[in-house]
């Protein structure tokens, strides 16, 4: 599974929906379709620190990061090959 599958899958299963049958796309605006709310939120920057081994810093909380699947797989690259450039310091 690869990490857009592996993102839009959690959304997916952790949505505040009455339609067991929703399908994102990678460019699916969460918070514009009313679907997040600030709860869902903070469990989805909880599950990408704990599956993903990154510190999320204040900086990177800011809505846009995790607008779309796309959004947050590029946080997430970012956030690694930071952890990857620190490592090699």
Same mark, same amino acid.
């Given at each position: 599974?690869? @990490?857009?599958?592996?993102?839009? *899958?959690?959304? *997916? ?7 067991? *049958? ?9 918070? *514009? ?5 600030? @709860? ?7 599950? @990408? ?9 204040n ?20 956030k ?10």
């Open positions: 599974m690869n @990490l857009h599958e592996q993102i839009r *899958e959690y959304i *997916e299963q952790n949505l505040v929906v009455f339609d067991d *049958e929703i399908e994102l796309s990678n460019d699916d605006h969460i918070f *514009e379709m009313g679907f997040v709310n600030s @709860l869902f939120a903070m469990k989805l920057v909880t599950f @990408l620190e704990q599956n993903f081994r990154f510190q999320l810093d900086k990177d909380l800011d809505i846009a990061n995790f607008s779309t699947v796309n959004r947050i797989v590029s946080l997430i690259e970012k690694q090959s930071g952890a990857v450039a620190n490592e090699n310091s």
